[in-house]
């Protein structure tokens, strides 16, 4: 059976276009607040270059490259805290209704036209418009169901957990990040197999039958499922090192204080 490839192109490609704004959103504040006042780099003890000072990382950014949501992600190398069905469900929330999620659904939509993918709805303003609520739609049911209502079902933690540069190079790094669409923590901290994400997304993939009449075969089932499993996967690298590319690239804005 040979699946398409063009959900995934489309998707990683508007989340690049956005990406390249990256610059003009850098300066976003952490998650600790825009009023934290900076520490001037002349009274920083000295470190590594590639370890960040103290302060610095206080609580992952919002978002990464400004744009992409980053309310999930923690740090491996903290002790193990286990956060509530609410806390899951905020996270949830947090990831479907950010701001850039809207420019992001409107990308995809705008490519998927362009592709002419979804031929059955059309062309026009009209098509756009249809395109653009289905990728909404999609992004919508995989959040809830992959961060919110089956993690609390399966006691499965939704997070992130960052292992930084202190565990092994930019290889491993990329390889632990992109497996952890198949492993997750439970809520005592043990690794177990990623249900939530798995099954999550195969129930959303399912759901879209609803909206996309003339995609209902098993093929287009898996297609929606594997684009979005490998969308997840690509959006967990970006934050194993935006951290890393956050303080090699951008770090002078911050620092360069007179």
């Known amino acids: ?103 992001l659904g409107g990308g995809f939509a705008g490519l998927a036209q362009l592709m002419n993918q979804h031929s059955d709805f059309g062309q026009g303003f009209k098509g756009y418009l249809h395109r653009y609520g289905t990728a909404y739609g999609d992004q919508f049911t995989g959040n809830y169901m992959t961060e919110g209502l089956l993690p609390i079902l399966f006691h499965e933690d939704p997070r992130y957990f960052r292992i930084g540069p202190s565990r092994g190079g930019v290889w491993y790094r990329t390889g632990y990040a992109a497996s952890r669409i198949f492993v997750a923590k439970t809520d005592s901290g043990r690794n177990t197999f990623n249900f939530s994400e798995v099954l999550g997304n195969s129930i959303s993939a399912g759901i879209g039958n609803a909206y996309y009449p003339g995609e209902r075969k098993l093929s ?35 620092h360069d204080v007179p």
């Open 1 to 103: 059976m040979v699946l398409s490839s063009s959900g995934l192109v489309s998707r990683l490609g508007c989340a690049l276009l956005l990406v390249s704004g990256a610059p003009l959103f850098s300066q976003d504040s952490p998650a600790g607040g825009p009023d934290e006042p900076a520490i001037p780099a002349a009274i920083r003890p000295a470190q590594a270059p590639q370890e960040p000072a103290p302060g610095d990382e206080v609580a992952p950014d919002k978002r990464v490259f400004g744009v992409l949501p980053n309310y999930r992600t923690a740090d491996d190398n903290t002790p193990f805290s286990p956060i509530t069905p609410k806390q899951k469900f905020m996270i949830a929330t947090k990831d479907t209704v950010d701001y850039p999620l809207f420019l």
């Open 220 to 254: 287009d089932n898996l297609d929606r499922l594997l684009t979005a499993l490998a969308t997840d996967a690509v959006s967990q690298v970006m934050k194993e090192f935006w951290p890393d590319i956050k303080r090699k690239y951008f770090s002078h804005h911050q």
